[in-house]
């Protein structure tokens, strides 16, 4: 194994999305940066997998257009060209009434247009006329709600919270919206109601009159796992190392006001350490460092076990997108037991065209609150049966042509209440030359870690906590 440098300007612990690009805009403001990460790759859950020929991604899929934090990226790395939209679609839900589309425009669930006939469909005559009751409430009724499921329920009622904002809450945090943080999931949400006076407006707003449902995200032709590898390439383009299979194991203060990073490869000294691993490691590396109050203040987040199934299958009959680019499913159907399903071949335009007429790629995920993934041995044959009765096809087991199984965890937090102000005293509390950035720091979604990463890699070497 290369030996490790003894002296560079910054360490960055963990080699995911976010270490990868507080990185990256260290060394591409002329500094000297070593990432260390303890796994075989880099890239954390934005990763490649191989099946039946296709190249897939094995995590995330796509990216959040809210903000324009991916794309700038992607732009800067020269993959500006490969943005693309999902196919027009748009996602279903199934709740304990049926199968519908997932009404357009809204966010999170929450509608845009609470008496429309596609809102409706899903919670009813009687839900839909409760939840245009935002229209005329006082802009303050739920603004101080701490949670996404208590703001949506007391602005729009009961029934667009367990049919709607359910179902998009499990889908992409694996949790209940009722312990999930609004200003962690969706930090501009709170000031959009106060200055638009309703929930369905400031939704309306926040979205730009974005379309189908599915919309308001991007990807990137040929995967999503094309981006780290793409970033990695500029990282050491820019002078960057990186080591792989390398976990740290300690922090110290140097004499010289520098920090010491201690592997079993060996010790490096930097100006500047960026704790960009797990919550987990993080505070145990924080924890001779720091007061024990803080570090109990901002414990990792509960972490769920979610399991992705990905299955390629002859089906010529799901060529007109039954269910369009894929199905949310609430909590409690019973009927099957995957929380999601990602039509990932009615989704995206270039996978469409690879894996051509008859064939298929479908995403099932598994996993939430409460309910954890089932074993190994269940799957991948309960999601075949899973993606049969969501897509409403016949899918025998002759029909698989492929099959294969990812479990994340650590990529998966579901930040509480009171995690964002946390989070902030922790960084307040940091000692000189040490940063904090990740899933765990800046909550779920390539967007929001992106973000938080490029603010901490433009932090000075020795100087105290980042922004």
Known sequence: MTPLPPRVD????????????????????????????AGDDTGGAVARLDLDGLELDAGAESFATATPAVGDLAAELGLADRVVAPLPGGAWLR????????????????????????????????GAARAALDR?????????????????RRRMGALVVGRLVEPVAGGVYSTDPDVLELDSAQPLLRPALLEHGSLSAAVRALRGGAGRPGSAVQGLAGGMWT?????????????????????VTGLDPAPDGRWTVTTASGAVTAGRVVLAAPLSVTAALLAPRLPAAVLAAVPPPP??????VTLVVDAPELDAAPRGTGVLVAAHVTAVTAKALTHASAKWPYLAAAAGPGRHVLRLSY?????????????PDLARRDAAELLG??????????AALRRWTSALPRPGVGHAAAVAALRAALPPGIGVTGTGI??????????????????????????
């Open 227 to 247: 981006l780290p590898r793409a970033l990695r390439r500029a990282l050491e383009s820019a002078g960057g190392l990186v080591r792989t299979g390398t976990a």
């Open 442 to 467: 800046a909550g779920t979604g390539l967007a929001a870690v992106v973000a938080d990463a490029r603010r901490e890699g433009v932090a000075v070497p020795g100087a105290g906590p980042g922004p």
């Open 10 to 37: 910054v360490v960055v612990v963990g080699g995911g999305m976010a270490g990868l690009v507080a990185a990256w805009e260290h060394a591409r403001a002329g500094r000297t940066v070593l990432v260390l990460e």
């Open 136 to 152: 005329v409430l006082p802009g303050r009724v739920g603004a101080a709600a701490p949670t996404l499921g208590g703001l949506v």
């Open 95 to 126: 709740h304990g009434g049926g199968s519908a589309p997932l009404p357009a425009g809204g966010l999170l669930g929450i509608p845009a247009h609470p008496l429309s006939r596609e809102v409706r469909r899903v919670v009813g005559p009687v």
């Open 367 to 379: 996993g939430r609150a409460g309910r954890p993934a089932p074993a190994d041995t269940e799957l």
């Open 303 to 308: 972490q769920q076990d979610v399991a992705l």
């Open 393 to 402: 096809v016949e899918l025998p087991a002759a029909r698989v042509r492929a």
